[in-house]
């Protein structure tokens, strides 16, 4: 991957938007969000985030496109979700085949450390998040300052890893052995009931129906009571 950095409201920005009355968390993601699109450019190929503040991102995109002020832009989705939002706002599609090279990716994270190692994917698109970002010469990171913790892990909510089905149960021991003995560690199976986008699943089967990715793989949710200390 090339460079990556994030963006976050700037001060002034933030300030203006926590001063002004009514401003949401949502405010803070589209102003963002916005500010990331500025540095895209007619003729580019772009990764295409997925989440609520990326969604501001896409549609901002498909606005530009609309009035003209940006053209010839092709993007390639991070999951199944981005693919309808980015097609919902106009946005051309076009997949890692045909352009192995992304010129700009711009998407939330769930958690950014101060070394901006990132946790992505709770909302269950992680693979392919990582494949089109991986290709990008430059990836750009929105999210308001609830996602910026010390240390990943730090905010005692998931890391989630995504695993092929097959086997899956002794790939969670295994995952199991690399942090045993972490004090507050803890890992579980995510189930259709916890992501919301697995909605086939009547309430009492979803207790038991593992969680489906785009990828028809499992996702592995590891908890750290107080995030992971040492190398990563
Ligand atoms: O990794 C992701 C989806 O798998 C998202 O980027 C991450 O969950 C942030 O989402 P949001 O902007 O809705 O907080």
């Known amino acids: ?12 920005l933030m300030e203006e938007a926590m001063a002004a009355a009514g401003q949401s968390q949502d405010d803070l993601k589209r102003i963002v969000a916005l500010r990331a699109v500025e540095l895209v450019r007619s003729g580019m190929v772009l990764g295409l ?3 609520s503040t990326a969604a501001h991102a ?7 496109l609309r009035g003209g002020d940006l053209r010839d832009i092709v993007g390639i989705p991070t999951s199944e979700w981005a693919a309808a939002r980015a097609t919902a706002a106009g946005i051309p599609l076009t997949d890692l085949a045909a352009h192995p090279v992304v010129d700009l990716s711009i998407d939330g994270a769930d958690e950014v450390d101060p070394a901006l190692n990132l946790v992505k994917g709770r909302g269950g698109s992680l ?3 990582k494949m089109v970002e991986g290709a990008s010469r430059r990836f750009v990171v929105i999210v308001d300052d609830s996602k910026l913790v010390p240390r990943l892990g730090g905010s005692g909510l998931a890391i989630p890893v995504e695993v092929i089905p097959f086997g899956w149960a002794l790939t969670l021991r295994r995952l199991q052995n690399l942090f045993d003995g972490t004090p507050g560690f803890n890992l579980k199976l995510r189930t259709a009931s916890i992501n919301a986008k697995a909605s086939a699943f009547t309430e009492k ?3 038991i129906e593992p969680f489906v ?8 949710d590891l908890f750290f009571e107080d995030g992971i200390h040492g190398d990563l």
């Open 127 to 129: 693979l392919q998040e």
């Open 213 to 220: 990715t785009d990828n028809k793989n499992y996702i592995v």
């Open 49 to 51: 985030g997925t989440g």
């Open 205 to 207: 089967e979803s207790e």
């Open 58 to 64: 896409l549609d901002r995109i498909g606005d530009l």
């Open 1 to 12: 991957m090339g460079s990556s950095f994030l963006l976050q409201p700037s001060r002034s």
